[in-house]
């Protein structure tokens, strides 16, 4: 087993394994949230970060080498010492990678910057629990208006059982309702036949002047050349990126301080370790981003970095 694998099993146990002579692995747990940008949500986990300062050997990772590898202490703390000289040598010329743990890579303050590994969960209470994504809520903000149409109600009277005679003028006024309703119903239905012959005569019209055009013939004795167009696409592939940030709200915060400062700023999205790249400015050009780069490296930030993105 690699000394990696060793660490990666403690970090499931442990909330901190220190590397004797390198540095510290510390598990922060963090709660459920969910990424608004893509709508995902996440479940309960440990975050890890690197401490360069926790140096000092507490036995803790010699003590379970010894016990995995039925060896003594003073074997395990050689084996430590072997592996970290091999990752100090690396870390000079390279980035490191531990496995199941992150990436390493000194920056040019030859100080260690980590990225973490999102892909492992070292948080038991929630195995099992992946991401997953929910489509966003469309919520609808103007109340849908009803339109009640009303028909004459033509009222009905029901004889009492002493059969008294419905007064003369009910029934005239009975009958003036039935009259206005059926004069109603006559006039839409003469609106609706007016209508259709309307449009079946112009429907008809246009017939005859589709085919007028068809059976007409055009001679064009001089015509236009062909003009051929060359149209570019301009891809914006070279980032000047300012920062990733894992919480989007710090994201946005990074954005609207580079937007007051004037340069053209913008969120990239989420790279391969769950991140959120905000960018300085995007250019098509490799050269005048190399520029740029160099200029916001004097004036505004030195851990600024350029990203190609292959389209």
């Known amino acids: 087993m690699t000394l990696a694998k060793y660490i990666s099993d403690l970090l499931y146990r442990y909330e901190c394994v220190i590397v004797p002579n390198f540095g510290g692995f510390v598990a922060n747990r963090i709660s ?32 379970y080498i010894a016990s995995v590898k039925n060896t003594s202490y003073a074997t395990a703390v050689n084996f430590v010492e072997t592996e970290v000289a091999k990752w100090q040598t690396i870390l000079n010329q390279e980035e ?17 910057i980590f990225e973490p590994v999102y892909a492992v969960n070292y948080l038991t209470s929630s195995f099992g629990l992946d991401a997953y994504v929910s489509p966003a809520i469309k919520r609808i903000t103007e109340n849908e ?10 009222p009905i009277y029901r004889a009492d059982n002493n059969k008294e005679k419905t007064p003369a003028f009910i029934k005239y006024a009975a009958a003036a309702v039935l009259i206005f309703a059926l004069g109603t119903v006559g006039w ?14 112009s429907e008809l019209q246009q ?8 059976e007409a013939t055009f001679v064009i004795n001089d015509p236009l050349p062909a003009i051929t167009l060359s149209v ?7 980032h000047i990126i300012a920062g990733a940030f894992r919480e989007p709200a710090n994201a946005d915060k990074k954005l609207r301080q580079l937007l007051k400062k004037g340069f053209n700023a913008k969120i990239l999205g989420i790279n391969k370790w769950n991140l959120t790249q905000v960018a300085y400015a995007s250019f098509d050009s490799k050269r005048n981003a190399i520029n740029q780069l160099n200029t916001i490296k004097r004036t505004d930030s030195k851990d600024a970095w350029l990203l190609v993105q292959e389209y």
């Open 32 to 63: 459920a949230k969910v990424n608004h940008f893509t709508h995902t949500f996440y479940a309960p986990t440990k975050q890890l970060t690197f401490n360069a300062h926790l140096k000092n050997n507490d036995g803790l990772l010699a003590n």
């Open 145 to 154: 208006k009803v339109v009640i149409t009303s028909a004459p109600v033509i």
């Open 188 to 201: 839409k239905q003469y609106q609706n036949f007016t209508y259709n012959n309307l449009v079946a005569q």
């Open 232 to 238: 570019v696409k301009k891809t914006h592939n070279y």
């Open 96 to 112: 490191l990678e531990l496995e199941n743990i992150g990436f390493l890579h000194k920056n040019e303050d030859d100080t260690i």
């Open 207 to 214: 017939q005859k002047v589709n085919k007028t055009i068809q």
